[in-house]
């Protein structure tokens, strides 16, 4: 279990890297509570505890819904989608793989 959920965070960091540069290239978000919810995230990570993931990732997303940056990301998302048919493909293409590892992982 512990050299799937490494690949599998391999796999999600590779992803969506080119994604997350570029969304800070257009925008800036509140730092503090934003950066210390995706550290303790990624803290539950490198320690390979599972149920501490979930629940991590769970309150990055409320941290990140509470400061407006899943707003901000999903108008990101629709001006991109309207610029580029690459884009479109390349964010469904990481979302199927994703969840397809999320599935296996987490239902085996």
């Known amino acids: 279990m512990k050299r799937a959920l490494e690949e599998y965070m391999t796999t999600v960091e590779f992803h969506y890297d080119p994604?997350?540069?570029?969304?800070?290239?257009d925008h800036s978000v509140p730092n503090g509570p934003?950066?210390?919810?995706a550290q303790q995230l990624d803290r539950s990570c490198v320690?390979?505890?599972q149920q501490k993931m979930l629940k991590e990732q769970q309150s990055m997303l409320a941290v990140f819904g509470s400061?407006?940056?899943?707003?901000?990301m999903a108008e990101f998302d629709k001006k991109k989608e309207a610029q580029?048919?690459?884009?479109?493909?390349?964010?469904a293409l990481n979302e199927d793989d994703?969840?397809?590892?999320?599935i296996h992982l987490c239902y085996p």
């Open 34 to 37: 934003c950066v210390e919810a």
């Open 47 to 49: 320690h390979h505890l």
């Open 84 to 91: 580029s048919q690459l884009f479109n493909f390349y964010v």
């Open 19 to 25: 994604y997350v540069k570029e969304f800070f290239l």
């Open 67 to 72: 400061h407006g940056v899943l707003k901000i």
């Open 98 to 102: 994703i969840t397809h590892i999320h």
